[in-house]
């Protein structure tokens, strides 16, 4: 099966600092990539998605994410943190096992930006 | 327009109670699915339907059942509450062949008291 793991549970960083929060794959064949972001009370909103192309992807709100083969890596990047950005992210893998179609989620890392 | 809407958003109920969460998308979509985020905000997915029909199915309790009259309609029938159903319940939806994005709805907190 598919899997993402993200290894750090809570990413503090600064208001105005550049913020990494990481992710790491395991898939047979092709990886399809997503982040989630996920505010308090809220649904899951899509940032970005990697699916082939530029190992650099941009997304929403300045988000941006390096796909990294050789590292089996996906992590979510943004040049300048805003307290606005403190949320719930999640990386996903699309995962075909089974003759369906669906996204297995990481366990999540909070993020929080201080001023 | 809401994209995927589920009601109720919250719902508080006793053990042993039944209770149906429902959900709608306007997005035109052929799949639609219902994942658990539990307290320590795990998500795992719990059923999916493309065009009316269930393909995945994984490892739910039976008391948990999915009915989807149309395409753009899946509800979630839980029968005999128990307090480790206690969660938020979302639904999603994506493409048929897409390449995976899920679109999903606010979520539904059910409480078993």
């Known amino acids: 099966a598919q899997s993402v793991a993200q290894p750090e549970d809570q990413v503090n960083v600064a208001e105005g600092n550049p913020l990494t929060v990481k992710c790491t794959y395991s898939v047979s064949g092709n990886p399809y990539l997503f982040w989630y972001v996920q505010y308090p009370n809220r649904g899951l909103q899509f940032l970005l998605k990697?699916?082939?192309?530029?190992?650099l992807v941009k997304g929403s709100y300045g988000f941006e994410a390096e796909f990294n083969k050789s590292q089996t890596s996906f992590h979510l990047k943004k040049p300048s943190a805003l307290v606005s950005d403190s949320a719930l992210y999640f990386c996903?893998?699309?995962?075909?096992?089974?003759?369906?179609?669906?996204?297995?989620f990481g366990t999540g890392t909070q993020l929080k930006v201080e001023l | 327009d809401t994209a995927v809407s589920q009601t109720p958003k919250y719902l508080v109920t006793q053990m042993g109670n039944d209770k149906s969460i429902k959900c709608e998308q306007n997005?035109?979509?052929?799949?639609m699915y219902w994942y658990k985020q539990d307290s320590k905000k795990f998500l795992k997915i719990m059923f999916s339907?493309?065009?009316?029909?269930?393909?995945i199915n994984e490892t739910v309790p039976n008391r948990f059942s999915p009915k989807s009259p149309d395409k753009a309609h899946l509800n979630l029938h839980i029968n005999s509450l128990e307090l480790g159903d206690s969660a938020v319940y979302f639904c999603?939806?994506?493409?048929?062949?897409?390449?995976?994005?899920?679109?999903f709805g606010e979520g539904s907190r059910l409480t078993v008291l």
């Open positions: 990697y699916i082939t192309g530029d190992n």
């Open positions: 997005l035109g979509h052929d799949t």
């Open positions: 999603a939806s994506s493409r048929d062949r897409g390449t995976g994005e899920l679109f």
């Open positions: 339907y493309n065009n009316k029909e269930l393909i």
């Open positions: 996903a893998v699309r995962d075909m096992t089974g003759g369906g179609n669906k996204l297995t």
